[in-house]
Protein backbone atom coordinates (compact mmCIF):
# COMPACT_ATOMS: atom_id res chain seq x y z
CA UNK A 1 0.00 0.00 0.00
CA UNK A 2 0.87 3.40 -0.50
CA UNK A 3 0.52 5.97 2.11
CA UNK A 4 -0.93 9.21 1.06
CA UNK A 5 0.15 12.99 3.58
CA UNK A 6 2.20 10.93 5.80
CA UNK A 7 6.21 11.59 6.65
CA UNK A 8 8.21 9.27 4.59
CA UNK A 9 9.13 7.55 7.95
CA UNK A 10 5.58 6.06 8.47
CA UNK A 11 4.77 5.76 4.64
CA UNK A 12 7.92 3.47 3.83
CA UNK A 13 7.15 0.39 5.94
CA UNK A 14 10.39 -0.95 6.72
CA UNK A 15 12.29 1.73 5.91
CA UNK A 16 11.67 0.66 2.40
CA UNK A 17 9.50 2.39 -0.97
CA UNK A 18 6.46 0.88 -1.22
CA UNK A 19 6.49 -1.16 -4.83
CA UNK A 20 3.71 0.77 -6.63
CA UNK A 21 5.42 3.75 -6.06
CA UNK A 22 8.77 2.22 -7.16
CA UNK A 23 7.22 0.20 -10.29
CA UNK A 24 5.57 3.57 -11.19
CA UNK A 25 8.45 5.65 -11.19
CA UNK A 26 10.75 3.52 -13.00
CA UNK A 27 8.34 3.05 -15.59
CA UNK A 28 8.14 6.61 -16.08
CA UNK A 29 11.85 6.80 -16.08
CA UNK A 30 12.28 3.73 -18.58
CA UNK A 31 9.63 4.71 -20.84
CA UNK A 32 8.22 8.45 -20.26
CA UNK A 33 11.11 10.58 -20.14
CA UNK A 34 10.31 11.68 -23.79
CA UNK A 35 7.24 12.58 -23.25
CA UNK A 36 6.54 16.16 -24.16
CA UNK A 37 6.11 18.47 -21.28
CA UNK A 38 6.10 16.21 -18.63
CA UNK A 39 5.31 17.08 -14.73
CA UNK A 40 3.99 20.02 -16.29
CA UNK A 41 0.75 19.32 -18.23
CA UNK A 42 -1.85 17.71 -15.76
CA UNK A 43 -3.18 14.52 -16.36
CA UNK A 44 -6.82 13.43 -16.74
CA UNK A 45 -7.94 13.79 -12.81
CA UNK A 46 -10.29 11.15 -12.69
CA UNK A 47 -7.53 8.89 -13.63
CA UNK A 48 -5.67 10.07 -11.17
CA UNK A 49 -7.97 9.81 -8.41
CA UNK A 50 -8.76 6.28 -9.57
CA UNK A 51 -5.19 5.22 -9.24
CA UNK A 52 -4.68 7.35 -6.35
CA UNK A 53 -7.36 4.77 -4.67
CA UNK A 54 -5.71 1.74 -6.15
CA UNK A 55 -2.78 2.72 -4.81
CA UNK A 56 -4.05 3.92 -0.97
CA UNK A 57 -6.06 0.21 -1.42
CA UNK A 58 -2.66 -1.81 -2.09
CA UNK A 59 -4.30 -2.97 -5.68
CA UNK A 60 -2.37 -3.36 -8.76
CA UNK A 61 -2.10 -0.61 -11.01
CA UNK A 62 -1.29 -1.29 -14.99
CA UNK A 63 0.59 1.44 -15.75
CA UNK A 64 0.35 1.19 -19.63
CA UNK A 65 -3.37 1.73 -19.49
CA UNK A 66 -2.93 5.29 -18.53
CA UNK A 67 -0.85 8.05 -19.90
CA UNK A 68 2.43 9.98 -18.55
CA UNK A 69 0.71 13.13 -17.52
CA UNK A 70 -1.62 11.19 -15.32
CA UNK A 71 1.16 8.94 -13.66
CA UNK A 72 3.57 12.47 -13.39
CA UNK A 73 0.68 14.01 -11.86
CA UNK A 74 0.32 10.95 -9.39
CA UNK A 75 3.73 11.63 -8.28
CA UNK A 76 3.34 15.16 -7.70
CA UNK A 77 0.62 14.48 -5.73
CA UNK A 78 2.66 12.27 -3.44
CA UNK A 79 5.29 14.17 -3.59
CA UNK A 80 2.95 17.51 -2.54
CA UNK A 81 1.41 15.38 0.28
CA UNK A 82 4.18 14.57 2.57
CA UNK A 83 4.31 16.73 5.83
CA UNK A 84 7.76 18.70 5.42
CA UNK A 85 8.03 17.89 2.19
CA UNK A 86 10.35 14.86 0.92
CA UNK A 87 13.65 17.06 2.34
CA UNK A 88 12.01 17.77 5.44
CA UNK A 89 11.76 21.59 6.96
CA UNK A 90 15.50 21.59 8.25
CA UNK A 91 16.95 19.60 5.55
CA UNK A 92 14.72 21.92 3.17
CA UNK A 93 15.81 24.84 4.73
CA UNK A 94 19.60 23.72 4.51
CA UNK A 95 19.49 22.97 0.92
CA UNK A 96 18.07 27.16 -0.15
CA UNK A 97 20.95 27.79 2.02
CA UNK A 98 23.87 26.31 -0.46
CA UNK A 99 22.81 28.59 -2.91
CA UNK A 100 24.57 31.38 -0.46
CA UNK A 101 27.88 29.06 -0.68
CA UNK A 102 30.06 30.83 -3.68
CA UNK A 103 32.47 28.17 -4.29
CA UNK A 104 30.74 25.09 -6.51
CA UNK A 105 32.89 22.34 -4.64
CA UNK A 106 31.89 23.41 -1.22
CA UNK A 107 28.29 23.07 -2.72
CA UNK A 108 28.58 19.87 -3.94
CA UNK A 109 29.57 18.90 -0.43
CA UNK A 110 26.93 20.63 1.65
CA UNK A 111 24.42 19.34 -0.87
CA UNK A 112 25.77 15.32 -0.55
CA UNK A 113 26.36 15.60 3.46
CA UNK A 114 22.50 16.96 3.74
CA UNK A 115 21.57 13.60 1.57
CA UNK A 116 23.28 11.54 2.94
CA UNK A 117 21.55 13.01 6.85
CA UNK A 118 18.31 11.28 5.21
CA UNK A 119 16.81 8.17 5.91
CA UNK A 120 18.23 5.90 3.00
CA UNK A 121 14.84 5.19 1.65
CA UNK A 122 14.29 8.84 1.00
CA UNK A 123 17.76 8.99 -0.44
CA UNK A 124 16.65 6.25 -2.36
CA UNK A 125 13.35 8.09 -4.09
CA UNK A 126 15.53 11.42 -4.81
CA UNK A 127 17.79 9.25 -6.58
CA UNK A 128 14.90 7.83 -8.82
CA UNK A 129 13.37 11.33 -9.03
CA UNK A 130 15.86 12.95 -9.54
CA UNK A 131 17.58 10.34 -12.17
CA UNK A 132 14.44 10.61 -14.04
CA UNK A 133 14.27 14.24 -14.00
CA UNK A 134 18.04 14.18 -15.55
CA UNK A 135 16.81 11.52 -18.16
CA UNK A 136 14.14 14.24 -19.14
CA UNK A 137 16.28 16.93 -19.56
CA UNK A 138 18.73 14.71 -21.38
CA UNK A 139 15.99 13.59 -23.97
CA UNK A 140 14.89 17.63 -24.06
CA UNK A 141 15.52 17.31 -27.99
CA UNK A 142 12.16 15.10 -28.16
CA UNK A 143 10.36 16.09 -25.10
CA UNK A 144 11.28 20.26 -25.03
CA UNK A 145 12.36 19.67 -21.75
CA UNK A 146 15.36 21.81 -20.68
CA UNK A 147 16.64 21.35 -17.21
CA UNK A 148 15.26 24.82 -16.36
CA UNK A 149 11.48 23.64 -17.67
CA UNK A 150 12.50 20.82 -15.91
CA UNK A 151 13.45 22.11 -12.16
CA UNK A 152 10.41 24.80 -12.97
CA UNK A 153 8.05 22.02 -13.27
CA UNK A 154 9.06 19.98 -9.98
CA UNK A 155 10.46 22.69 -7.52
CA UNK A 156 7.11 23.02 -6.01
CA UNK A 157 6.99 19.27 -5.09
CA UNK A 158 10.18 19.11 -3.63
CA UNK A 159 10.92 22.28 -1.82
CA UNK A 160 7.05 23.13 0.21
CA UNK A 161 8.82 26.23 1.54
CA UNK A 162 9.21 27.81 -1.88
Sequence with gaps: ???FGL????AFK????PVQLLDMLIYIARDGVTTTDLFRRPGNP???KNIL??????????????NFYTLAS????FLLKIPGGIFG???ENQLLQVLNINEKLLQFDAINKII???PECTQHLISLLFGTWFRMAHHSDHNSMSSESVAKSVAGSLFHTC
Excluded: Q
Aim: aromatic letters at 6%.
Design 116 to 118: RSL
Design 1 to 3: RVK
Design 14 to 17: DNVI
Design 74 to 77: VIKK
Design 7 to 10: PLSE
Design 89 to 91: IEA
Design 53 to 66: KKMADGRDVEYSNY
Design 46 to 48: TDT
